[in-house]
Each structure stands twice: as C-alpha cells, then as structure tokens.
C-alpha cells in the first residue's frame, strides 16, 4: 500500500521535536561511539552544520522554469523515498551503528522537507503526495527481514544506493539549477549525502568482513 502525505506531514512534526537530541552525542540514544570509520560526535557536528544550513535558506516567489520544476520534484520524491524507508527502519534495525544511520537520515529528510515544502508554498506549487512504486517495495522487502539481515539491506538499499541516487539528483541540481533556493539547497545537502554515503559504505563493509554478520 502506498504510504500517503499523512506520513510524509506526521514526520515533519514529530522530527523537529527530536532533532536536537540526535544531532550532538549526548542527546542520542544510540550507543555507539563510532558510525563507520568516524566518531559519533563528528559525524552529529557535521549533520547539525547541514540541517543548519538548509533551515537558513531564504525562498522566493520567483517562478520556477520547467527544468527547475522536475528538479525540485525529483529532490522531493527521492527524499520521501528515505524517509519513508528511514522511519520503517529505524523501528526494526538492531546494530546501533545502523540504527543511528537510520535516525540521521530521518532528520535529514525532515529538514530538507520542511524547507522544500516552503520552497514549494512561495511558489504555488504542490509537491507528491505520496511515494512511489519503487519506495513502496522497498518498504515490503523491509517487512520480510529482521535482525542482521534487515540491517544489511538497509544500509546497501537506503545508506548506499538511496544516496547514491540523491548524490547524482543533487549534483544535478547544482549544477543546473537557475533558481537560487534550489542550489543553495543543493550547496547544504551535497556534503552530508557524501557523509552519509562514505558511512554508509564502511559500515556496509564492515557487515561483510569475515566472520561478521553485522557492523561492530
């Protein structure tokens, strides 16, 4: 079944509250002191820097050119896309590495939606109201796993190719884009896709290394 806007509205609500607490090492709970290959506390700082950066954005009520429409439609279903697949995540995942992997990228996409969807109200445009197909087996895949393996499959599905995705829509986007919201926002996400997907990356390693079942 199609996840709808309720979920996509909810998360904005209730990702705010929480955000402070995952973003610096004392508020998380997730015990870990390492993601990947780097410090838990450098990792927070670095996402606390990009979700400062994209809540500072400015829009405008310039129109958008067509380009620059399927632009910002493609930032808003891919991120939908992590969110949804985040959030089922973050309630099933066991290795706390994975686990704070997950409550990131949750935090992530609620920032950057709240600020797309301002983006979207300034210019009288509306955005998807739901998640699509690809989303939406990735979600029933999830539903079928648990313990080791679902950790597994969401760092390769969401950590891995899920930014791999954003990293080449948002290059894109900086690249081209002529609105200048939209390559600022391109500017504040750019370096934590690359953090999230080099985390991603060595955890996903280090689940595959001999005699490892799971990111220690």
Not at 37 to 45: D, G, I, L, P, Y
């Amino acid at each position: 079944m199609r996840k709808t806007v309720f979920l996509f509205s909810l998360s904005l609500l209730a990702g705010f509250a929480t955000m402070a607490q995952v973003n610096s090492s004392e508020g998380s709970n997730v015990e870990t002191e390492t993601i990947g290959k780097m410090k838990v506390a450098a990792f927070n700082s670095l996402n606390a820097k990009g979700a400062a950066m994209v809540s500072a954005i400015k829009p405008t009520k310039a129109a958008l050119s067509t380009a620059d429409n399927d632009l910002l439609m493609q930032v808003a279903m891919g991120g939908q896309k992590q969110l949804a697949v985040s959030q089922a995540a973050l309630s099933k995942v066991t290795n706390p590495q994975v686990k704070l992997l997950a409550q990131s990228e949750v935090d992530e996409q609620t920032n950057v939606a709240a600020k797309l969807k301002e983006v979207a109200t300034a210019k009288g445009i509306t955005l998807p109201a739901e998640t699509d197909a690809s989303a939406d087996s990735l979600l029933s895949q999830m539903n079928a796993l648990s313990g080791a393996e679902l950790d597994a499959f969401y760092v390769a599905q969401s950590g891995i190719k899920g930014h791999q995705k954003l990293l080449a829509t948002m290059t894109t986007v900086n690249k081209t884009a002529k609105d200048l919201a939209l390559k600022a926002l391109a500017t504040a996400t750019l370096p934590v896709i690359r953090l999230h997907l080099k985390v991603s990356t060595d955890v996903h390693t280090s689940q595959n290394a001999p005699g490892n079942s799971s990111a220690k």
